[in-house]
C-alpha cells in the first residue's frame, strides 16, 4: 500500500513545486512590468494615489519591486565595500569611519539631494523619482549588510585564509569560495533586518513632500500615508493586512530558503543543516524548471573555470624554463599557478585603476560643486548664532535617545540572544516568529502608537524614545544570536566540567565570545536609531500630533518647510557630532574587540 501510493505523492509535489515556481516567475513579471510602465510614464509634480481597494494589488507589486532592486543593489555595495576594507587595514581605517558616519545620517539628509539632482536627470520621465526612491531605501537597510559582512572577514578562520594563500586563489576565487560562504550567514540574517528597514522608511520614501512640492510614487507606502491622513481607517487596515501578508510571502519565498540554504556553510560541527527547512527550497529543488536552470548556470561556470584555467597556463608558460614548461604542457591537472610577481603586478593594477576611477569621479563631483559654493556660503551665512545653538541642543537631546535606545535594547536582546543563539533547537522554533517580527515595519503603527502615548500624557522624550526602540532593537538581537551561534562547543563543554557559576561563564566565555557582533549590533542600532528619529521625534496623528525636540525633528521640519539654510546645517552638525563619536566611543571599543582576540 505504501509502494503503491508513492509515486503518487512524488507526482503531486513535482508538480507543486512547477506550479509554484511558474506562480512565482509570472507574478514578480507582472509586477516588474507594471515598474517600468510606472518609470516610463511623464513626469508631473504630482499623482494622485488611490485609496481604492483595487488598487493594493499594483501599488504592492510596486513597493515590492523597489525593495528587492534595493537589496541587490545593497548587497553588490556590502560584499564590495566590505571585501576591500577587509583585505587593506590602510583602507579599513579610513572606510570603516565613513561608514559609520553615512549609516547613522536619517534618510532626510540625502533625500531632497537624490530627488532634486535625478528629476533633473531625467525631465521628461518618472525614473529620477523611481531611482531617488530605490537609493532612498538603500540607505536605510544598506550599512547594517556592510557592517555584518565586514565583521564576518575580519572574523575569518586564520587556517582557512593560510589555505588560500598556499593555494594562490585569485581575488574572484577567494571571494566565491572562501570570503562569501563564510559571510553567507550574516549576510542572510541581517539582509532580513535590512529589509525590513527598507519597509521602516517605505511611506517616507514613497510619499516624499519637499516643501510645497509633492513627489508621491504610487506604491503600498504612499496607499497607507494617504488612507491614515484622509481618516480612511477602512482601506488603511485593508493596506496594513496586504503589507502583513507581502512581509510574510518574502519571508516564505526568500528567507526561509537562504537560510535552509546557508546552514551548509556553517563552521559549527554540532549545528544540524536539516534542522532548518524550507518547503519552498524542497519544492524548488523538486522543480525541472529549477534544475535545468542550475545545470546551464553550473555548465558556465565549470566552462569559465576551464577558460580560467588555459588563460592562467598561456599566462605563466613565458615565465617557466624549458623543464618547468615541458611538464605543464604534459600533465593538465598539475596546471601551474601565476608566480608571485605576476599575482603582485595584478593586483597592483587593479588598485591602480581603482584609484584613478575613484579620483575621476571626485574630480567631476567637485567641479559640479563648485559654482555652487558662492551661493551656499551666502545661505549659510543666512543661519544666525542662535539658530547653531538651537541645532546643538536638539543633537544632545536626540543623543540622549540613542543612549536609551542602546541600553534598553540591551537590558533584554542579550540574555534573550544567548538563549536563542546557543541552542540550535530553541533558534528554530523562535527564529521564524523573531524573523516576522523584525520584518515588520514599524512606522506603519507609530501614529497609532502615538496617540495611545499622548493619551496618557507620556513624557515626549521618553516616548521618542521608546518609538525608536520598538524598530532598532532587532539589530542587536540579530548580532547577538549570530555571535552567540559562534560559540565553541568545547569552551561551553570545560566551562561545565570545572564548574563555572553562571557570572563567570558569562564574563569569561559568553561576554568575550559574542562581544564583536554586540559591538556590531551596538553600532548599527545607534546609527538604526539616528535614522529613526526623523519619523520618531514627529509623529501626526489625528487631531494631534506626537512632538518631541531633537535633531530628527528640526530636520523633519526643515524638509517639510523647505528650509535649506537650516536642513544643511542640522546635517552639519549631525556629521561633526558623529565623526567625534567614531573617533572615541566606537574606536576604543574595536581597539578592545582586538585586545579579546586570542
Given at each position: 500500500m505504501r509502494i503503491a501510493s508513492r509515486p503518487v505523492v512524488e507526482h503531486g509535489s513535482y508538480l507543486a513545486a512547477e506550479l509554484l515556481t511558474l506562480g512565482v516567475v509570472i507574478l514578480v513579471g507582472l509586477a516588474l512590468g507594471h515598474f517600468i510602465s510606472v518609470g516610463s510614464a511623464p513626469y508631473t509634480e504630482s499623482v494622485v494615489i488611490s485609496s481604492d481597494l483595487s488598487a493594493l494589488p499594483k501599488y504592492a507589486g510596486l513597493s515590492l519591486i523597489r525593495s528587492l532592486l534595493a537589496l541587490i543593489i545593497s548587497y553588490s555595495f556590502a560584499i564590495a565595500y566590505g571585501t576591500i576594507a577587509a583585505r587593506n587595514e590602510r583602507n579599513e581605517r579610513l572606510m570603516i569611519p565613513i561608514l559609520d558616519v553615512l549609516q547613522s545620517l536619517p534618510v532626510l539628509t540625502f533625500l531632497p539631494g537624490f530627488v532634486l539632482a535625478l528629476t533633473q536627470l531625467f525631465p521628461n520621465s518618472r525614473w529620477g523619482l523611481e531611482i531617488a526612491c530605490i537609493l532612498m531605501i538603500v540607505t536605510g537597510q544598506v550599512w547594517n549588510l556592510v557592517f555584518a559582512y565586514y565583521e564576518s572577514q575580519r572574523g575569518q578562520n586564520a587556517e582557512l585564509k593560510d589555505y588560500a594563500k598556499l593555494l594562490r586563489l585569485s581575488p574572484l576565487e577567494r571571494l566565491t569560495r572562501l570570503d562569501l560562504?563564510?559571510?553567507?550567514?550574516?549576510l542572510v540574517y541581517n539582509g532580513m533586518?535590512?529589509?525590513?528597514?527598507?519597509?521602516?522608511?517605505?511611506?517616507?520614501?514613497?510619499?516624499?513632500?519637499?516643501?510645497?512640492?509633492?513627489?508621491?510614487?504610487?506604491?503600498?507606502?504612499?496607499f497607507l500615508s494617504v488612507t491614515f491622513e484622509n481618516q480612511e481607517y477602512g482601506s488603511f487596515v485593508a493596506g496594513l493586512a496586504c503589507l502583513i501578508a507581502m512581509v510574510w510571502g518574502v519571508d516564505f519565498l526568500l528567507w526561509r530558503p537562504l537560510i535552509a540554504w546557508s546552514m551548509r556553510y556553517r563552521e559549527s560541527s554540532e549545528v544540524d543543516p536539516s534542522g532548518a527547512r524550507s518547503v519552498f527550497l524542497d519544492l524548488l529543488r523538486r522543480s525541472r524548471i529549477t534544475q535545468n536552470l542550475s545545470e546551464l548556470l553550473g555548465r558556465a561556470m565549470s566552462n569559465l573555470r576551464e577558460f580560467r584555467k588555459r588563460k592562467k597556463l598561456k599566462e605563466s608558460l613565458p615565465t617557466l624554463n624549458p623543464e618547468q614548461k615541458a611538464g605543464a604542457l604534459g600533465r593538465w591537472r598539475q596546471v601551474v599557478k601565476p608566480n608571485q610577481l605576476l599575482e603582485t603586478k595584478a593586483r597592483a593594477q587593479f588598485i591602480a585603476l581603482a584609484r584613478w576611477l575613484s579620483g575621476f569621479l571626485l574630480g567631476i563631483v567637485a567641479f559640479l560643486l563648485l559654482p555652487a559654493i558662492p551661493n551656499l556660503a551666502m545661505s549659510m551665512a543666512q543661519v544666525t548664532r542662535s539658530d547653531w545653538l538651537e541645532l546643538i541642543n536638539a543633537l544632545a537631546l536626540t543623543f540622549l535617545k540613542v543612549l536609551g535606545v542602546i541600553f534598553l535594547a540591551s537590558l533584554w536582546t542579550i540574555p534573550a540572544g544567548l538563549w536563542i543563539g546557543m541552542s540550535p533547537k530553541i533558534s528554530r522554533r523562535v527564529a521564524p516568529v523573531i524573523q516576522n517580527l523584525a520584518a515588520f515595519p514599524a512606522p506603519v503603527l507609530f501614529p497609532l502608537i502615538a496617540m495611545s502615548m499622548a493619551q496618557s500624557n507620556m513624557n515626549p522624550l521618553l516616548a521618542a524614545t521608546l518609538l525608536m526602540t520598538i524598530g532598532n532593537q532587532w539589530y542587536l538581537l540579530f548580532n547577538i544570536i549570530s555571535g552567540a551561534s559562534r560559540i565553541p562547543q568545547d569552551l561551553q563543554i570545560v566551562a561545565q566540567v570545572y564548574g563555572f557559576s553562571l557570572k563567570d561563564r558569562?564574563?569569561?566565555?559568553?561576554?568575550?565570545?559574542?562581544?564583536?557582533?554586540?559591538?556590531?549590533?551596538?553600532?548599527?542600532?545607534?546609527?538604526?536609531?539616528?535614522?529613526?528619529?526623523?519619523?520618531?521625534?514627529?509623529?501626526?496623528?489625528?487631531?494631534?500630533r506626537l512632538h518631541s525636540t531633537g535633531i530628527g525633528a528640526e530636520i523633519t521640519q526643515a524638509t517639510t518647510h523647505g528650509n535649506y539654510q537650516r536642513l544643511v546645517a542640522a546635517i552639519i552638525v549631525i556629521t561633526i557630532a558623529l565623526i567625534i563619536l567614531n573617533r572615541t566611543v566606537w574606536r576604543s571599543l574595536h581597539q578592545y574587540v582586538e585586545e579579546l582576540k586570542p
Amino acid at each position: 500500500m505504501r509502494i503503491a501510493s508513492r509515486p503518487v505523492v512524488e507526482h503531486g509535489s513535482y508538480l507543486a513545486a512547477e506550479l509554484l515556481t511558474l506562480g512565482v516567475v509570472i507574478l514578480v513579471g507582472l509586477a516588474l512590468g507594471h515598474f517600468i510602465s510606472v518609470g516610463s510614464a511623464p513626469y508631473t509634480e504630482s499623482v494622485v494615489i488611490s485609496s481604492d481597494l483595487s488598487a493594493l494589488p499594483k501599488y504592492a507589486g510596486l513597493s515590492l519591486i523597489r525593495s528587492l532592486l534595493a537589496l541587490i543593489i545593497s548587497y553588490s555595495f556590502a560584499i564590495a565595500y566590505g571585501t576591500i576594507a577587509a583585505r587593506n587595514e590602510r583602507n579599513e581605517r579610513l572606510m570603516i569611519p565613513i561608514l559609520d558616519v553615512l549609516q547613522s545620517l536619517p534618510v532626510l539628509t540625502f533625500l531632497p539631494g537624490f530627488v532634486l539632482a535625478l528629476t533633473q536627470l531625467f525631465p521628461n520621465s518618472r525614473w529620477g523619482l523611481e531611482i531617488a526612491c530605490i537609493l532612498m531605501i538603500v540607505t536605510g537597510q544598506v550599512w547594517n549588510l556592510v557592517f555584518a559582512y565586514y565583521e564576518s572577514q575580519r572574523g575569518q578562520n586564520a587556517e582557512l585564509k593560510d589555505y588560500a594563500k598556499l593555494l594562490r586563489l585569485s581575488p574572484l576565487e577567494r571571494l566565491t569560495r572562501l570570503d562569501l560562504p563564510s559571510g553567507l550567514g550574516p549576510l542572510v540574517y541581517n539582509g532580513m533586518m535590512s529589509m525590513a528597514g527598507g519597509w521602516f522608511f517605505l511611506t517616507l520614501c514613497e510619499g516624499f513632500v519637499l516643501g510645497d512640492k509633492s513627489y508621491r510614487l504610487p506604491g503600498l507606502g504612499s496607499f497607507l500615508s494617504v488612507t491614515f491622513e484622509n481618516q480612511e481607517y477602512g482601506s488603511f487596515v485593508a493596506g496594513l493586512a496586504c503589507l502583513i501578508a507581502m512581509v510574510w510571502g518574502v519571508d516564505f519565498l526568500l528567507w526561509r530558503p537562504l537560510i535552509a540554504w546557508s546552514m551548509r556553510y556553517r563552521e559549527s560541527s554540532e549545528v544540524d543543516p536539516s534542522g532548518a527547512r524550507s518547503v519552498f527550497l524542497d519544492l524548488l529543488r523538486r522543480s525541472r524548471i529549477t534544475q535545468n536552470l542550475s545545470e546551464l548556470l553550473g555548465r558556465a561556470m565549470s566552462n569559465l573555470r576551464e577558460f580560467r584555467k588555459r588563460k592562467k597556463l598561456k599566462e605563466s608558460l613565458p615565465t617557466l624554463n624549458p623543464e618547468q614548461k615541458a611538464g605543464a604542457l604534459g600533465r593538465w591537472r598539475q596546471v601551474v599557478k601565476p608566480n608571485q610577481l605576476l599575482e603582485t603586478k595584478a593586483r597592483a593594477q587593479f588598485i591602480a585603476l581603482a584609484r584613478w576611477l575613484s579620483g575621476f569621479l571626485l574630480g567631476i563631483v567637485a567641479f559640479l560643486l563648485l559654482p555652487a559654493i558662492p551661493n551656499l556660503a551666502m545661505s549659510m551665512a543666512q543661519v544666525t548664532r542662535s539658530d547653531w545653538l538651537e541645532l546643538i541642543n536638539a543633537l544632545a537631546l536626540t543623543f540622549l535617545k540613542v543612549l536609551g535606545v542602546i541600553f534598553l535594547a540591551s537590558l533584554w536582546t542579550i540574555p534573550a540572544g544567548l538563549w536563542i543563539g546557543m541552542s540550535p533547537k530553541i533558534s528554530r522554533r523562535v527564529a521564524p516568529v523573531i524573523q516576522n517580527l523584525a520584518a515588520f515595519p514599524a512606522p506603519v503603527l507609530f501614529p497609532l502608537i502615538a496617540m495611545s502615548m499622548a493619551q496618557s500624557n507620556m513624557n515626549p522624550l521618553l516616548a521618542a524614545t521608546l518609538l525608536m526602540t520598538i524598530g532598532n532593537q532587532w539589530y542587536l538581537l540579530f548580532n547577538i544570536i549570530s555571535g552567540a551561534s559562534r560559540i565553541p562547543q568545547d569552551l561551553q563543554i570545560v566551562a561545565q566540567v570545572y564548574g563555572f557559576s553562571l557570572k563567570d561563564r558569562f564574563t569569561k566565555l559568553y561576554f568575550p565570545a559574542i562581544f564583536p557582533s554586540l559591538l556590531t549590533g551596538w553600532i548599527t542600532a545607534a546609527g538604526g536609531a539616528w535614522n529613526a528619529s526623523i519619523v520618531a521625534e514627529i509623529v501626526e496623528f489625528p487631531d494631534g500630533r506626537l512632538h518631541s525636540t531633537g535633531i530628527g525633528a528640526e530636520i523633519t521640519q526643515a524638509t517639510t518647510h523647505g528650509n535649506y539654510q537650516r536642513l544643511v546645517a542640522a546635517i552639519i552638525v549631525i556629521t561633526i557630532a558623529l565623526i567625534i563619536l567614531n573617533r572615541t566611543v566606537w574606536r576604543s571599543l574595536h581597539q578592545y574587540v582586538e585586545e579579546l582576540k586570542p
